[in-house]
């Protein structure tokens, strides 16, 4: 079954940046694009990047476009999150997931892993 381990969050001041990783096991990710997801106290757990199968396609949503950058290395079977300018609003869990049918929509299995805490505050 298809596991994956999200890493590198933390605290970070207002307009620092971190670099977040998702590594899967259990399948190769070569054949499915990935997402980004993110989910803060309270509220539902929103789509926030994606980058198809190939690497080629990226997709962000409006509240973190300009500052976040989606990146994947087959070989180490891990796709990355480059996030910069970070925002207060950015504190969440954050997921990653395979998401199939490409990344519009981003359709999961909803098979989500712990997630890796990121807060952004001074």
């Known amino acids: 079954q298809m596991q994956f381990v999200e890493s590198g969050g933390g605290l970070v001041q207002p307009g620092g940046s971190l670099r977040l990783s998702c590594v899967a096991s259990g399948l190769s990710l070569d054949y499915y694009a990935v997402g980004w997801f993110r989910q803060a106290p309270g509220k539902e757990r929103e789509p926030i990047s994606c980058?198809?199968?190939?690497?080629?396609?990226?997709e962000y949503a409006d509240s973190v476009k300009g500052r976040f950058t989606i990146s994947r290395d087959g070989a180490k079977n891990t796709v990355y999150l480059q996030m910069n300018n970070l925002k207060p609003e950015d504190t969440a869990v954050y997921y990653c997931a395979a998401v199939f049918g490409h990344c519009a929509g981003y359709h999961t299995n909803d098979n989500w892993g712990q997630g890796t805490q990121v807060t952004v505050s001074s």
């Open positions: 980058i198809s199968s190939s690497g080629t396609n990226t």
